[in-house]
Structures are given as structure tokens and as C-alpha cells.
């Protein structure tokens, strides 16, 4: 199964529809995944799930006004295809038993350079 990070910026109409149909009245503190990312930051998150991909998508107030504001007529329905860049696989290094993240593409994981 593939893991994908999605940040606001980044975030498709479909990923937004899903988030949507499984949050319709909005996400609870119990329902966000924490964990820190390379750089020691603390990345907070909420799940959806396809078939064959776990999305997790960054929780930030814009994200709620996104849910909030949705609808789904707004979009193309070719917007709901976009492609989306996948999490790094965890490898473990058996020389000192650390776990090391392998170089990622296109993804935005920090917010502190982000203009709103």
C-alpha cells in the first residue's frame, strides 16, 4: 500500500473529497496522527484511505476552511485524477540500527516558509 504526506498547498480535489466524506462535521483531536519528520518537527495530520494508498494530509485552519467550504460541483472532474508523490520508505541502516529516510521529492513539510 502506498503512504503518501499531502500538504494544503498540495492537496487535489479528490484527496479534499475523501477528507470530506470521512470528516463530514470535522476532525477531533483523537482522530490526528503526530509524529516528527526528518527535521525533528512535529507534523500533525489526519488519515483517508483508497484502496490502495494511505493519505495522511497536514491539519492547519486552512485545511478546515477547505473542508468546510467544498463542493464537489466546483471541480473538473479530470481534477480529481491528479497524481500524488508518495512518503519515503523507512530503511534500516544494520551498521548502527538507525532508520533512515530515503530523499524526498516535491513534498512540503514545513510551513514556516509558506505564504498564505
Known sequence: MRRVIVDYKKLTPEILALLVDKYPYGYDDDQIISFKNAKNELIECVEV?????????????????????????????????EPIVDLPEKIINEDDDDIVDEPIDDVDVDDEDDID
Open 49 to 81: 484511505r483508497t484502496a490502495d494508498t494511505i493519505y495522511l494530509v497536514k491539519v492547519s485552519k486552512k485545511l478546515e476552511t477547505s473542508m468546510e467550504n467544498y463542493d464537489v460541483d466546483d471541480y473538473d472532474v479530470d481534477d480529481l485524477n
